[in-house]
Nanobody, 124 residues
Framework: QVQLVESGGGSVQAGGSLRLSCEASGLTFNQYCMAWFRQAPGKEREGVARVNNIATTLYADSVKGRFTISRDNGKTTLYLQMNSLKPEDTAMYYC??????????????????WGQGTQVTVSS
């Protein structure tokens, strides 16, 4: 079955950077759409960034220009480079995967494979 293992979270001060990684196994990685979601305490889960199987990316408005999603198909790994971090970026960050559908981006609810999450805490 699909396994997703996140790493790279931690505590940083505002303005700092972190790089999250998600190692995937049990799937044909280059056929899957990949995404990062986050959930802060008391808030709904939100999509942060997505990348499809041809490396087309989408970002939430709140992270555009600060975060960069990328994938390494050879290493079956997804990344999220987070720069200029803000306290409001504090959340548990989850990696998600789902086989891509030709011709359209996946909706959040369509992602069926999830990692356990990695905590990101940004202090002011």
């Amino acid at each position: 079955q699909v396994q997703l293992v996140e790493s790279g979270g931690g505590s940083v001060q505002a303005g700092g950077s972190l790089r999250l990684s998600c190692e995937a196994s049990g799937l044909t990685f280059n056929q899957y759409c990949m995404a990062w979601f986050r959930q802060a305490p008391g808030k709904e889960r939100e999509g942060v960034a997505r990348v499809n199987n041809i490396a087309t990316t989408l970002y939430a408005d709140s992270v555009k220009g600060r975060f960069t999603i990328s994938r390494d198909n050879g290493k079956t790994t997804l990344y999220l480079q987070m720069n200029s971090l803000k306290p409001e970026d504090t959340a548990m960050y989850y990696c998600a995967a789902q086989r891509c559908v030709a011709g359209r981006p996946l909706q959040s609810y369509e992602y069926k494979n999830w990692g356990q999450g990695t905590q990101v805490t940004v202090s002011s």
